[in-house]
Every structure is written in structure tokens, then in C-alpha cells.
């Protein structure tokens, strides 16, 4: 690995590989996502980015898929693809060597748009037995435009010192938070970190140290899309520790556990739509049109006041 690569990533958070993937490994992997989305499996969770709500694939409609902003999780569980982009020989050679232990792949989220997601660092959610063992990289699936909503991030932030939630550790508690946000911005100011923007390019990868400050600026133009796949790694060693299954794959491991847990509210939400539609043809005809994204859409926009029954 290129020493200059090591010292930007201990210095300043990041490590960026440019042109890292050719557009033919991008393109194949894109398209085989589109086509898991056709299929609308049944054991692949969705985070609905605007309402928060968690589902799965095989319980929304199609026009929720195609028009609903989304982080589609995991795909890494049963696409070889999504893997290999995630665990390829040259990178996961490059990832141990900067978490100094050979890499675990633990998650996968996948966008089409941008996240918009205020800063934030990943240790305090996805928080490792042993501090700073994990790492994450983030890899660009389309050129990025400035008004989709682009990556940005706060060289050097890695350095805050964590703060300790009132459970004792790094990891977050909700109702602190807003301490939390207080305490980080605080410690921006002081040590004068300043902001950047990664304009990435097709194939581009950024490599970021779990207490990097960053996050999503503002989409300016909903109808652009900025697809990308993010991946979290934990140690080897912390992961053995857990008891976890590790699957070998080049010179890394990728972790074999269940979906994310989906709350019923989700089935009872797909049951009540199923029922709204077949109980009007029309408002299925206008959704399957593409003029709503489903039948609950109808129903909160207009059927409630048409009089219309659930």
C-alpha cells in the first residue's frame, strides 16, 4: 500500500482511491441491484429516509420503489457482486492494513439518492468491542453532481476525543444527543475543522475512520440521483470475540447473520394497502399509473375525505 495513502488516512480520516473500479464492474452491479429490486425479495430491509420507517423490499410497491427515498440494507447477504465490490483482493488488502487487522464486512446500505444525513460519526451507532475497530469506505456508482446532494466530511475530526454516554460507553443514547451534537460542534470550532465535499467520480472510493465527522449536504434537485454503496467493516478480532460467523473471501471476511428486524407495523401497512386497492380499482388503476406512489398515499391525500375506508 502507498505510504502517502496511510498517512492521509491517520492524519486526516480519509483515503481516497480514485477510479478505484472500472465503469464495467460498476455498470454490472448496478444492474443486477435493479433487478433485485424487480424481484421485491421478502428477506431484504429498506429504511424509508423520509418517514423513517424500516420494511422490506417484497412489502412495498413497485411504484413505492421506483419513487420512495430509500437506503436499501445489506444487499452484501446473497449478492456476490455487491461482495466482491465490498471485499475485492486490492482492497481488502488496503483496508487491513489501515484498521491494522484483516477486515469483517458486517453491513452493506445501498442509495440511489443522496442521504442528506446531518455529520455524524459511525462508532456512536454501529459502536466496536475495541476502540477504532472499524473503518468504513463509501464507493460512487454514478458521477456525482453538486445538486444531488454530495458526501462531505471534516478531515481530521477522527481526532475528537469520543464522548462517554451516560451508559459508560461510546455508544449513543437518544435522549443525549443534542449534548452530543453541542460537545462535537464545540470541538469543530475549537480545533478549526473545516468541511469538505467529495466530488466523486464513477468507480471512486472513499475510505473514512469510524470517528470521522461527516455526512450528506442538501439534495437541490430531487429528480438526480446519487447511487452509491456504503460498507462498514469491524475487525477480525472484535468479531471472533462476538461469537459471529465469518465467511473467508480474498484476504477479508464478510459476517453471515439474519436480516435487520422489521417491525409488524410494516406487514399490517402492506395488508392495509393490498385491502385499499382491491377495495377500489380505481385508486389501483391510478397507482399502478404511476399518479400515486400507493394506495395509502391515495388514502392520506384523498380517500379520507372522499370517505373512503381502510
Keep these: 500500500m502507498n505510504s502517502l495513502l496511510k498517512k492521509d488516512f491517520d492524519e486526516n480520516g480519509v483515503a ?72 475485492s483482493d486490492r482492497l481488502a488488502l488496503i483496508l487491513g492494513q489501515l484498521l491494522e487487522y484483516p ?3 458486517c453491513n452493506s446500505l445501498y442509495f440511489e439518492k443522496g442521504s442528506q444525513q446531518p455529520p455524524h460519526v459511525d462508532s456512536i451507532y454501529m459502536t466496536p468491542v475495541t476502540a477504532n475497530h472499524l473503518i468504513a469506505i ?9 445538486d444531488a446532494g454530495q458526501l ?33 460542534e464545540a470541538e469543530v470550532a475549537q480545533h478549526g475543522f473545516t468541511k469538505q465535499v467529495f466530488p466523486a467520480k464513477k468507480g471512486d472510493v472513499l475510505i473514512w475512520h469510524a470517528n470521522l465527522l461527516h455526512g450528506g449536504s442538501p439534495i ?30 480474498s484476504s477479508g471476511f464478510w459476517i453471515d447473520r439474519p436480516i435487520q428486524h422489521v417491525p409488524e407495523e410494516a406487514f399490517k401497512r402492506a395488508s392495509a394497502e393490498d385491502a385499499y386497492l382491491a377495495r377500489y ?30
Design 220 to 249: 437541490a434537485d430531487p429528480s438526480r440521483t446519487r447511487k452509491s454503496l456504503v460498507f462498514h467493516y469491524f475487525s477480525t478480532d472484535d468479531v471472533t470475540g462476538l461469537g459471529m460467523k465469518q465467511c473467508p473471501m
Design 152 to 184: 462531505e466530511y471534516y478531515p481530521g475530526s477522527h481526532k475528537i476525543e469520543p464522548m462517554i454516554f451516560s451508559n459508560g460507553t461510546r455508544h449513543f443514547v437518544p435522549d443525549e444527543m443534542p449534548e452530543w451534537h453541542a460537545y462535537i
Design 281 to 310: 380499482p380505481d385508486v389501483a388503476r391510478a397507482v399502478s399509473e404511476g399518479h400515486f406512489a400507493s394506495g395509502l398515499q391515495h388514502y392520506e391525500l384523498f380517500g379520507k375525505a372522499e370517505g373512503r375506508t381502510i
Design 16 to 87: 481516497i482511491l480514485p477510479g478505484f473500479y472500472s465503469s464495467e464492474q460498476i455498470d454490472e452491479v448496478v444492474d443486477s441491484i435493479a433487478r433485485r429490486k424487480l424481484e421485491r425479495p421478502m428477506n431484504v430491509t429498506v429504511d424509508l429516509l423520509d418517514t423513517g420507517e424500516r420494511s422490506l423490499l417484497g412489502l412495498l410497491s413497485p411504484q413505492e420503489i421506483a419513487t420512495r427515498r430509500m437506503k436499501i440494507n445489506d444487499l452484501y447477504l446473497d449478492m456476490e457482486g455487491v461482495r466482491e465490490l465490498a471485499l
Design 138 to 146: 463509501w464507493v460512487a456508482l454514478e458521477d456525482t453532481h453538486v
Design 103 to 105: 477486515p469483517a464486512l
